[in-house]
């Protein structure tokens, strides 16, 4: 029919298809407005998706079966021509879920993964419905207000006056340190945001920094050469005087040093550099080179910032009734950690130790004026920290910043205190002693970083008539004793690939492995199974099953690789 033989008396025009299609896509967007039905709607398929997902769990740490990823057959998706309903997509999108690690789960120690709270996943929850953009005030309001609680609350938390100190969420650690480093140059090579970078700028950190370190400094421009790392001690520390002397040759070579990076909590080993001395060192350096800047001190402690809640826990009294030992190691990473105000900048990984979902971290400053240098332009400076005004848009590298960080972190924040922090990372930390007793306890088993202090625990085991007291020192220094150490490198890693195996079909616990505990003397790096505790759900029995899992593979190991274990020492 055409439209001009249309009867008159029709009473309206009918409806384009697309209008049809339109009214069931808006049933899979929420009500904008009061709707109770429609609420209900929008919940129960979370509810079904949560339902879904339950069906995967089994008594093994992860969701369903163990599987690898195939990105054969990813790379064959399309976009279709017709999409599916809100019903039919749920359960594709739960099977992304399949072979997923529990990281909350008891037998899961794989690493510094945080099992996230339910208020952490409701605070991400919320802002995912409403979208606000953090770019500024006008868009977050209440959200934006949100990432500034979490940064006054970081800040006094940390030592620095709330007052004067600012803060803001970005894209995980390493966008923490890049805030950091990208501050110190605009402090040491004035402009350079404007202008680009002139002249020879160079980083200092540890060997057991972060290697994100090296990722920022390539990023901008200072190249990933020029991050200077000194050597560290046993406890996976910096050695200050190394990094003393390693700034002395900088200057005298008339390179500038932008930043001093202070790891506070490397990721495999928890080593906790000894902030007090470098800033001391850094002061003294100004002084004694007469250098017309101050090198910017930033410390990366995107793990151990959480270690600031035992600030004003009474440890003599110990009221939350921790054994001795773990007293000991809180006591002693409380001792590093509390000096965390001397740094200028810092970083705080909520999705780490703050028990967050991805992705959660703060870049703080102490001095909010610091922002200044990295304004997009300069007349945009009085607007910035006046009393109502909040644009951090003006200085973000990202324009688009999501709320979900800042409000995962509130959530953890105002549910767990400091009380509910310390007894979470109280209870870690209890886990992983008790581990290290079970292993001292082991002839074949041996801890690597006996004097950490830290959730986390490196450990090798050797061949029986390996005697474990002496092997270590043998293995780091002398140079004639390579070939055994690749024949324990090998051991371990097979070791860890069984447990790992076991663990993956339910049985006993997933551990977590690193290629690269230290480096030997003569230039080998060695390695070690990892037990990473943050679950709340660890118990001591799971410490115990780690210990027999481990001597059992071994035992089979042993077994297999016995032709070559039997070559001579030397
Ligand atoms: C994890 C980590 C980083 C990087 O943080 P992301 O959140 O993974 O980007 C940087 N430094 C240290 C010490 C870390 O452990």
Avoid at 167 to 173: R, W
Avoid at 272 to 295: G, K, S
Avoid at 388 to 394: K, L, M, Q, T
Wanted: aromatic fraction near 8%; proline fraction near 6%.
């Amino acid at each position: 029919m055409t439209p001009h033989a249309a009867p008159p008396s029709t009473p309206s025009i009918p409806m384009p298809r697309y209008r049809h299609l339109l009214d069931s896509l808006r049933h899979a967007f929420p009500a904008p407005v009061s709707d109770a039905v429609h609420d209900g709607y929008m919940a129960f398929s979370v509810l079904r998706a949560l339902d879904q997902v339950d069906a995967l769990k089994t008594q093994a740490p992860l969701l369903g079966s163990p599987r690898a990823p195939d990105f054969v057959a990813a790379q064959q998706a399309r976009v279709t021509e017709q999409g599916a309903t809100l019903e039919a997509v749920l359960p594709r999108l739960v099977s992304c879920l399949e072979g997923m690690p529990i990281w909350s789960h008891p037998a899961a120690q794989v690493n510094v993964t945080a099992p996230p709270s339910i208020a952490g996943v409701v605070g991400v929850l919320l802002p995912s419905i409403y979208n606000p953009n953090l770019c500024s005030e006008e868009s977050g309001l209440g959200f934006s207000e949100a990432e500034a609680r979490v940064a006054a609350m970081i800040a006094d938390l940390v030592g620095y006056d709330p007052a004067h100190a600012s803060g803001l969420f970005t894209f995980g650690g390493a966008g923490t340190l890049l805030y950091g480093v990208k501050l110190a140059l605009e402090k040491v090579c004035p402009g350079a945001m404007q202008s680009g970078l002139q002249g020879d700028a160079v980083v200092l950190a540890s060997d057991h920094s972060h290697f994100a370190c090296a990722s920022v400094a390539g990023w901008l421009g200072i190249g990933q050469d020029n991050v200077l790392r000194a050597v560290t001690h046993a406890d996976n520390s910096v050695d200050v005087a190394a990094l003393e002397h390693l700034a002395e040759e900088a200057i005298a070579a008339k390179r500038r040093i932008a930043a001093i990076v202070a790891t506070m909590g490397t990721t495999d080993a928890f080593g906790i550099d000894d902030l007090h001395a470098i800033h001391a060192l850094r002061d003294r350096l100004v002084q004694r080179r007469n250098l017309d800047y101050r090198p910017h001190l930033h410390a990366d402690s995107v793990i151990g910032w959480a270690w600031r809640m035992f600030g004003g826990y009474d440890f003599n009294a110990n009221p939350l009734e921790f054994r001795a030992r773990t007293l000991r190691a809180l006591a002693a990473a409380w001792n590093r950690i509390q000096h965390l105000s001397l740094a200028d900048s810092l970083g705080v990984d909520f999705h780490k130790t703050g028990f967050a979902p991805y992705i959660s971290s703060l870049f703080l400053v102490r001095d909010r004026e610091d922002f200044t240098r990295l304004l997009r332009t300069r007349d945009m400076a009085p607007y910035l920290f006046h009393h109502g005004h909040y644009h951090p848009g003006a200085y973000s590298l990202e324009t688009s910043r999501s709320a979900t960080g800042p409000m995962a972190a509130l959530a953890n924040l105002l549910m767990l205190g400091k009380e509910g922090f310390r007894v979470l990372l109280g209870h870690a930390v209890e886990m992983a002693e008790i581990l290290r007793e079970h292993i001292g306890g082991r002839p074949e088993l041996s801890v690597l970083n006996e004097r950490n202090v830290g959730p986390v625990t490196l450990f090798r085991a050797y061949p029986a008539e390996v005697d474990t007291f002496t092997v270590k020192d043998r293995e780091m220094r002398d140079p004639a004793y390579r070939p055994r150490l690749l024949l324990h490198n090998e051991m371990n890693r097979r070791i860890f690939d069984r447990v790992q195996f076991d663990a993956l079909h339910g049985r006993g616990v997933a551990l977590g492995f690193t290629d690269n505990y230290r480096v030997s003397d003569y230039g080998e790096p060695v390695n070690a199974i990892k037990s990473y505790v943050l679950s709340p759900h660890a118990d001591e029995s799971r410490m115990t099953t780690v210990v027999e899992q481990v001597l059992i593979a071994r035992a089979k190991v042993e077994e297999a690789m016995r032709d070559q274990l039997a070559q001579p020492a030397t």
